[in-house]
């Protein structure tokens, strides 16, 4: 990963003076150590110093092509190593607990942003937010989240939650009870990262969810793998059965789009349509009021 550079730079210099180090000894590990300490005290800074920013990435119909949702998708614009990705600092956010205070400015600016976007004449859509683990294991997580509605004014239809495959598997019950609150609120759920879990259909039946979203993985090889092309199959399959919808993410070619839409997915996201983009450029991409 990038923020571990300087700790392998590090390792390699100590191998080199010590040619027989093991490729883990002491010097090495204290470097890595140093580094993940480092990039802590940064993250620890990053909201106050006003360095998160919030990336859209549209979500359309497959069938009549209109964005009907976009997911906030977050980046560290860090002063020095520039735009960082989520995958490169959230596992250390959610193991040092930052990760509750950054998803809840991640919620509360998502929100924000949709109300304003059609407050300034836009058709509205659903606005998708990631919910970590620690998030959404937290006590008052459903407070939180019907606090920052009523704060933000956006209507909670407007609002999906995205929680990943492996969440909803921890502990069925107590997910189960906490799914339905959020979902009492009049929010939106969606399963992520899904088929990775290997989740039963009677496992899923249990939660009140409003759409899968297909892993990026399967997605990225329907027309390759005919593996991968039965597990995207049996997905949407399995979603219409149980009366969900299903989006598929990571949709990069025309192929990959056709083969979707011939098994009546639902809904797309991916570059095969638009890159997450600053707000500012994503409006873009949104229909006016007017023009409904
Ligand atoms: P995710 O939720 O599965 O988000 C989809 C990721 O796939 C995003 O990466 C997106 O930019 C990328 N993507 C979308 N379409 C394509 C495509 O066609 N091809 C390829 N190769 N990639 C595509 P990103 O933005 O780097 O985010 C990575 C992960 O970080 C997310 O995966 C999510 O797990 C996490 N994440 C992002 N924002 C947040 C957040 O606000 N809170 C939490 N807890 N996690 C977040
Ligand atoms: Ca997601
Ligand atoms: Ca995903
Ligand atoms: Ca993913």
């Known amino acids: 990963s990038m923020l571990m550079k300087n700790a392998d730079a590090a390792m390699y210099r100590a191998k080199e003076k010590n040619p027989n180090a093991y490729e883990w000894s002491t010097p090495s590990m204290s470097a890595d150590a140093l580094e993940r300490h480092a990039i802590e005290q940064e993250l620890r800074k990053a909201g106050a110093r006003n360095e998160f920013v919030l990336h859209y990435q549209p979500q359309v119909n497959l069938g009549s092509g209109e964005v009907v949702g976009i997911e906030a998708l977050l980046r560290w614009d860090h002063p020095t190593r520039g735009m960082v990705?989520?995958?490169e600092f959230i596992p250390l956010a959610e193991e040092t607990g930052l990760i509750v205070g950054i998803g809840e400015w991640v919620l509360r600016t998502a929100c924000r942003q949709n109300k304003e976007w059609q407050l300034a004449g836009y058709q509205p859509v659903r606005m998708?937010?990631?919910?970590s683990v620690?998030?959404?294991?937290q006590d008052n997580i459903v407070e939180i989240v019907s606090g920052i509605l009523e704060e933000t004014g956006l209507e909670p239809r407007y609002l999906e939650l995205e929680i990943t495959e492996s969440v909803a598997m921890r502990n069925a019950d107590k997910v189960s009870v906490k799914l339905e609150k959020l979902k009492n609120l009049g929010l939106q759920i969606s399963i992520d990262d899904f088929g990775t879990g290997y989740s039963s259909l009677s496992y899923l039946q249990q939660f009140p969810i409003?759409?899968?979203k297909i892993d990026r993985s399967f997605v990225?090889?329907?027309t390759q793998s005919?593996?991968?092309?039965?597990?995207?199959?049996?997905i949407i399959a399995?979603?219409?059965s149980l009366k969900l919808e299903v989006i598929a993410e990571g949709v990069e070619t025309a192929e990959q789009f056709d083969f979707l839409r011939r098994r009546a997915c639902t809904e797309m996201q991916g570059y095969f349509f638009s890159r997450p983009l600053p707000?500012?450029?994503i409006v873009e991409l949104l229909r006016c009021t007017e023009e409904a």
């Not at 998708?128 to 919910?131: D, M, P, T």
């Not at 005919?226 to 049996?234: C, L, P």
């Open 85 to 87: 990705s989520p995958a």
């Open 128 to 131: 998708a937010v990631n919910l």
């Open 226 to 234: 005919e593996d991968d092309a039965v597990i995207a199959s049996s």
């Open 210 to 212: 409003n759409r899968l």
């Open 279 to 281: 707000a500012g450029e």
């Open 238 to 240: 399995m979603a219409q």
């Open 134 to 137: 620690s998030q959404f294991m």
């Open 220 to 222: 990225n090889k329907v």
